[in-house]
Every structure is written in structure tokens, then in C-alpha cells.
């Protein structure tokens, strides 16, 4: 009854999966565990691995043991008996899709073969940034509250990577969400999260832009003697407009025609010095509030 039993167990061809997803890190390597029978007295002539935007049935096959043309990203780590594991090298977003085996045997002196066709898909990791504003309306103003959040397409709602968060392609802090409370000008900028592990996987980029209503302009310098005297300028057109004689320059109530470029001069009695100037955008801010000279 038991040899029954096992002549009838491997007397059919069969692959299996253990997983049906899998996801991997673009540039990493990933295995997809495979397993396959066939009957006893059959012997293994070839094995392949095929995608979906091909036949699995026909090929072109990305691994074909019977073919010298299979890219070297792509490994057979299996065997010709019951092991039939593939290994793809330095992964790639066009790497994704639906995966099957396929074997080739003889048997009895005859030729056939057999796909595995419900194959694992493999997803390549995908980053973004979702925005959660806790107040207001759509407009980001001086106060506001947002709340940037990591999301690993991998992942689900798990949130279970690592994640790495970027403001100017400066790293700021880690975590899964980023929050951003009370804010103010300062927190205008370009942000950007990544895997911890693999930094090369970053998401697009998300722009905070703050309004605000407040602007204080800064002029310092560290010459010796002290400076005597600050003056500020403005650029309108080709001509230059003396605006002001304190180290800082205040805009209480921001108004469209500020918008412009500003630079300061510092001076003492061995003369004058210049900044670089600064833009003041009343769209799309881009504020550097301190001007060394």
C-alpha cells in the first residue's frame, strides 16, 4: 500500500511556490524559493524561468540553462532534482511582474516538459510621501501643522520599513512620519523620504511652502574694527534704493511689491562691504534670512 502511495505521489509533474509575493529593494538581490517533481525514472535535460511579458511556455525565457544568452542578474541556485530556486541580481523596476519555472525531462525515452504557471509576483519597492494638514485649509501658513508620512508600497498599512527623512537633500530626522508642528518659514523646502537600509530608494519630492506675514532680514559681518553702520538695499530694474540703516531689515505686513533682491552693506572707518543678494519671492518663497558680509 505504501509503494502505491509513492509511485502515485511522483508520477505526476508538479512546482510549488512558497511565496505567491514578494517584494525587493531596487539594487538588492532576492531569491524566489521554488521547489518541483517529476515522475521517478524521469531524468531533468533543462530548467528555465520565464516572465510574464513573454510566454512562460515558449520563452524567450530570462534563464535558460540550455541558452548562454541569460543575463548574469539572473542565477539558478537549484538543482536538477527537487530544488528549483532563482536569484535575481542588482533588481531592477522592470524586474516586476509574475515569475514561472519550467522544466524539461526525459522520460522513458521520451521528450516533455512542464511550467509551474501560478508563479510569485514580485514588487519592487516604491516610496512616497503622503501630506496629512492637521489645520486649515489647503494653504500652509506660519502655524499650520502637517504631518508627512513614508509610505512603502511593500509595506501595506503596516508601515513596518525604516524610514529616513530629507529636507534639501539634508538628512533631518527618521521615522515613519514626520511632523511638523507650529511652522514657520523656515520649514520651507523640498522633503523627501528613504528606506534606512537602502538609501538609493527615495520618494519623490514633496514641497513645503509656508506663507507667512513676518520677514526679518539679518546683516552680519565679523569685521574688526565693528561695523559702524548697516545699510540695505534694493534692486528695481538697473537702479539700486537705499531702504534702510539697521542691521535688520523688518517686513511686518508682507505686501506683493516686496518681492524683490536685497542686499546689505556693512561699513567701518577702513570702508565698505557688500553681500550677496537675496531673493524675497511673495509666491513661493525662497527666503535666506541671513546675509553674512
Given at each position: 500500500m505504501l509503494l502505491l502511495l509513492s509511485s502515485v505521489l511522483f508520477s505526476k509533474e508538479q512546482v510549488e511556490y512558497p511565496q505567491q509575493h514578494i517584494c525587493a529593494v531596487k539594487g538588492s538581490s532576492v531569491v524566489i524559493?521554488?521547489?518541483f517533481f517529476c515522475p521517478e525514472t524521469a531524468k531533468v535535460q533543462s530548467v528555465k524561468w520565464g516572465h510574464e511579458r513573454s510566454s512562460i511556455y515558449t520563452g524567450p525565457f530570462i534563464f535558460d540553462s540550455e541558452s548562454n544568452t541569460s543575463s548574469s542578474r539572473f542565477?539558478?541556485?537549484?538543482?536538477n532534482?527537487?530544488?528549483c530556486s532563482f536569484k535575481i541580481h542588482q533588481v531592477e523596476h522592470d524586474d516586476e511582474g509574475k515569475y514561472a519555472?519550467?522544466?524539461t525531462y526525459r522520460n522513458k525515452n521520451k521528450m516533455d516538459a512542464f511550467t509551474g504557471n501560478v508563479g510569485p509576483v514580485l514588487t519592487v519597492a516604491a516610496l512616497k510621501v503622503r501630506l496629512t494638514k492637521l489645520n486649515?485649509?489647503?494653504t500652509m501658513k506660519e502655524g499650520d501643522s502637517v504631518n508627512l508620512t513614508c509610505i512603502n508600497r511593500c509595506d501595506g498599512d503596516g508601515l513596518s520599513s525604516a524610514f529616513l527623512w530629507f529636507k534639501n537633500e539634508e538628512p533631518v530626522n527618521d521615522g515613519p512620519v514626520l511632523y511638523l508642528n507650529n511652522m514657520s518659514h523656515t520649514d520651507s523646502g523640498n522633503y523627501t523620504c528613504s528606506l534606512k537600509t537602502h538609501n538609493g530608494t527615495t520618494s519623490g519630492v514633496r514641497n513645503i511652502d509656508v506663507e507667512c506675514d513676518n520677514i526679518t532680514l539679518i546683516c552680519t559681518s565679523k569685521a574688526n574694527p565693528p561695523v559702524e553702520t548697516y545699510t540695505w538695499f534694493k534692486m528695481n530694474g538697473h537702479n539700486i534704493i537705499n531702504i534702510g540703516k539697521e542691521a535688520e531689515l523688518h517686513f511686518r505686513k508682507i505686501l506683493h511689491h516686496d518681492g524683490g533682491q536685497y542686499f546689505c552693506m556693512a561699513s567701518n572707518k577702513h570702508g565698505s562691504q557688500?553681500?550677496?543678494l537675496v531673493t524675497l519671492k511673495i509666491k513661493g518663497k525662497f527666503i535666506k534670512m541671513l546675509l553674512v558680509v
Open positions: 524559493h521554488c521547489s542565477q539558478y541556485i537549484g538543482d532534482i527537487h530544488n519555472f519550467r522544466f486649515g485649509n489647503n557688500k553681500s550677496s
